[in-house]
């Protein structure tokens, strides 16, 4: 969500911001994946089974967990299922249609925007990114081969330099 919070930010008041980084970002007008969907409707049956399946949709190769999923899982769903988190997550989601921005809203964003995308992610497909490459007029695109939504993770370090030096203008 952060990408369109970001994108609604800057499309209302681009002084506010100076440099844009979208990382696996919302906002494009594609249909929502089924692995968007699985998260979208989490809620429906919230188990320790639910939470692993839909953690392995945030990576490539679900292999990232190792032994460890079934732990992870069982350890993030009390997290989930605190009333505060689930309402949120409901709300989020509540107005059904999701928010995105049409090609002539991007190209009055000047703002200098870097696009960073998994090749792999199954939640935001790569094509989002590479909507907003297109369409945004001061942009830079980084795709991350090998890697799903969870960019930051699955590619920390590489990741890390990359914001760093778009931040720092090198």
Same mark, same amino acid.
């Given at each position: 969500?952060?990408? %369109? %919070?970001?994108?609604?930010?800057?499309?209302?008041?681009? !002084?506010? *911001?100076?440099? /844009?980084?979208?990382?696996?970002?919302?906002?494009?007008?594609?249909?929502? !994946?089924?692995?968007?969907?699985?998260?979208?409707? +989490?809620?429906?049956?919230?188990?320790? &089974? #639910?939470?692993?399946?839909? /953690?392995?949709?945030? *990576?490539?190769?679900?292999?990232?967990?190792?032994?460890?999923?079934?732990?992870? #899982?069982? &350890?993030?769903?009390?997290?989930?299922?605190?009333?505060?988190?689930?309402?949120? @997550?409901?709300?989020?989601? #509540?107005?059904?249609?999701? /928010?995105?921005?049409?090609?002539? /809203?991007?190209?009055? =964003?000047?703002?200098?925007?870097? *696009? =960073?995308?998994?090749?792999?992610?199954?939640? %935001?497909?790569?094509?989002?990114?590479?909507?907003?490459?297109? @369409?945004?007029?001061?942009?830079?695109?980084?795709? +991350?081969?090998?890697?799903? @939504?969870?960019?930051?993770? &699955?590619? #920390?370090?590489? +990741?890390?330099?990359? *914001?760093?030096? +778009?931040? @720092?203008? !090198?």
């Amino acid at each position: 969500m952060g990408g %369109i %919070i970001s994108l609604a930010l800057v499309t209302t008041d681009a !002084s506010r *911001v100076d440099k /844009l980084v979208l990382m696996g970002g919302g906002g494009a007008p594609l249909p929502p !994946s089924p692995e968007l969907i699985k998260l979208i409707t +989490f809620y429906k049956e919230p188990t320790t &089974e #639910a939470m692993a399946d839909l /953690l392995t949709c945030f *990576v490539a190769d679900p292999s990232f967990f190792g032994d460890n999923l079934n732990a992870i #899982a069982a &350890e993030r769903l009390p997290l989930a299922m605190r009333p505060e988190v689930e309402r949120s @997550h409901r709300a989020t989601f #509540a107005k059904g249609e999701p /928010l995105t921005f049409p090609p002539e /809203l991007l190209a009055t =964003v000047m703002n200098e925007t870097l *696009v =960073v995308h998994g090749e792999n992610d199954r939640l %935001i497909p790569i094509a989002a990114g590479e909507y907003f490459a297109e @369409h945004l007029p001061n942009v830079t695109f980084d795709r +991350f081969p090998n890697t799903g @939504h969870w960019l930051m993770i &699955e590619q #920390a370090q590489p +990741f890390a330099d990359r *914001v760093r030096a +778009f931040m @720092h203008g !090198s």
